[in-house]
């Protein structure tokens, strides 16, 4: 008589069952959050117009808007797949609805501005970045390239953080380009807050 217990065969495919789901689930649990340290430079990108400093992205570098002159501040990966832009959002906006606004308002110029872009209906959604309430929309280029403006506050002031997919890439890509965005609002908002 042995002192060992074994599962039965029921226990044992039970274990394997839970192990094989808890690694499904883990492998599938969408794109790694990227380390602000990781991913950004220690150089800073001033805004042409406002009092915004961005830090710049690793691989990215930074350039002039000498298409419309409309954005305060253009970050251009350097393989020119992706591009990044500050734009500031002007006009008539509500105190009381302001966000809600500047993003419609944001919509509307976007389409004007950038002929090529379009902005998705029903893609509007709030987000937080560091505890500052923020607005996106996603929109599409005339060949389907996705991009993402978020819209925010920054010192009493509306604008637009728009990341553009330059060259055709894969969802992981655009993904990354989103990410890229938030972490470079959540370190603006931490030296505002700091």
């Given at each position: 008589m042995s002192l060992i217990k074994y599962p039965s065969s029921g226990g044992v495919f039970s274990i394997l069952y839970i192990l094989f789901v808890s690694l499904l689930f883990n492998s599938c649990s969408g794109p790694s959050e990227i380390s602000p340290e990781k991913l950004l430079t220690s150089e800073k990108a001033a805004a042409e117009n406002?009092?915004?400093?961005?830090?710049?992205?690793?691989?990215?570098?930074?350039?002039k808007d000498n298409k419309h002159y409309s954005a305060d501040l253009w970050l251009i990966k350097k393989d020119y797949s992706a591009a990044i832009s500050l734009i500031p959002v002007s006009g008539d906006i509500p105190p009381e609805n302001g966000l809600k606004e500047a993003a419609e308002l944001s919509r509307m110029m976007l389409g004007l501005r950038e002929g090529q872009y379009k902005p998705e209906t029903g893609s509007e959604k709030n987000l937080k970045l560091n505890g500052v309430l923020c607005r996106s929309y996603l929109f599409t280029d005339?060949?389907?390239?996705?991009?993402?403006?978020?819209?925010?506050?920054?010192?009493?002031?509306?604008?637009?953080?728009?990341?553009?997919?330059?060259?055709?890439?894969?969802?992981?890509?655009?993904?990354?380009?989103?990410?890229i965005q938030d972490i470079l609002l959540n370190e603006l908002f931490t030296r505002r807050t700091s």
């Open positions: 406002s009092n915004i400093k961005l830090a710049i992205p690793k691989g990215w570098f930074r350039t005339k060949g389907g390239a996705r991009g993402r403006a978020v819209i925010f506050n920054y010192l009493g002031k509306y604008y637009e953080l728009a990341g553009y997919i330059l060259k055709k890439n894969n969802n992981l890509e655009q993904e990354k380009l989103f990410e």
